[in-house]
């Protein structure tokens, strides 16, 4: 017996199949020979599908993993037509559509768009989360290095990348002019999941820049579904956010009739 699993991991290997697969041939059932094999494929398939929803979770940059039943979904502001559970469904990713997340710090921002991802990578969608000032300076450093190409390969692996915390700091102006670069060669290609607590009037004095700045602000809402938090509900009235809210429901609702 111990020969004919050593057998079947060589087999394994040169199939280039796990090596876990050795270790369930020999304990395995089946009423029949096909069966045995179906159930021994089958299950190689799921312990694939874990390994690698387990390796996106990790290499994701996550802050910390949170569950579900943690996050208080009542008290958000959802546009028409977005719910807590459409968006852990991902119904914004297949729409094509950007998330932004409007309010003040510690309003639940970061905990939302995590617990997105999360359900994004469970699903087999890569994600890539960063709080803004830490990518902005790797694409500052890469471009030093020479290496940009090599973080646009690594960005590129992920479908949905998240920017937590942005306009929290004034940026650097090299890696701001990069990342609004990225953000226009993936505009319509990824969804984007922007946090902040500025609204859109205000970038201009983290970006520095007005005509990239008004660019930025139009790619991301092209389309997009605006999410706001309490905590500053006053200025929320007379915000641009929620002035750019309105219009794009407006439009939204021209385009349906």
């Not at 694939?48 to 387990?54: A, H």
């Not at 994600?127 to 590129?156: D, M, P, Q």
């Not at 700091?169 to 922007?194: A, C, M, N, W």
């Amino acid at each position: 017996m111990p020969d004919l699993k050593e057998s079947i991991a060589l087999c394994c290997k040169q199939l280039r199949l796990s090596s876990n697969l050795a270790e369930r041939a020999m304990t395995q059932d089946g009423e029949t020979n096909q069966q045995y094999l179906y159930n021994l494929l089958t299950n190689e398939v799921q312990y694939r599908k874990e390994r690698r929803i387990t390796k996106m979770l990790n290499t994701a940059g996550f802050p910390k993993l949170y569950t579900p039943d943690q996050f208080r979904a009542d008290e958000i502001d959802f546009p028409e037509g977005v719910s807590f559970q459409s968006l852990l469904k991902q119904d914004y990713y297949r729409a094509g559509k950007n998330i932004i997340m409007y309010g003040g710090t510690g309003t639940g921002k970061t905990m939302l768009s995590v617990l997105i991802g999360i359900a994004a990578c469970n699903e087999g969608i890569p994600v890539a989360f960063y709080r803004t000032a830490g990518l902005i300076n790797l694409f500052s450093e890469s471009k030093s290095k020479g290496t940009l190409n090599a973080l646009k390969k690594k960005l590129g692996k992920a479908e949905i990348l998240i920017l937590d915390e942005f306009g929290y700091v004034p940026y650097d102006r090299t890696g701001s002019q990069l990342l609004f670069d990225y953000l226009s060669e993936i505009h319509e290609k990824k969804s984007v999941i922007l946090n902040t607590n500025l609204e859109f009037s205000q970038w201009v004095n983290v970006l520095y820049d007005q005509r990239m700045t008004t660019a930025l602000i139009g790619r991301l809402t092209h389309h997009v579904e605006l999410i706001l938090f309490p905590g500053v509900n006053n200025r929320l009235r007379e915000s641009s956010i929620n002035e750019a809210f309105q219009k794009i429901n407006t439009r939204e609702v021209g385009n349906n009739g």
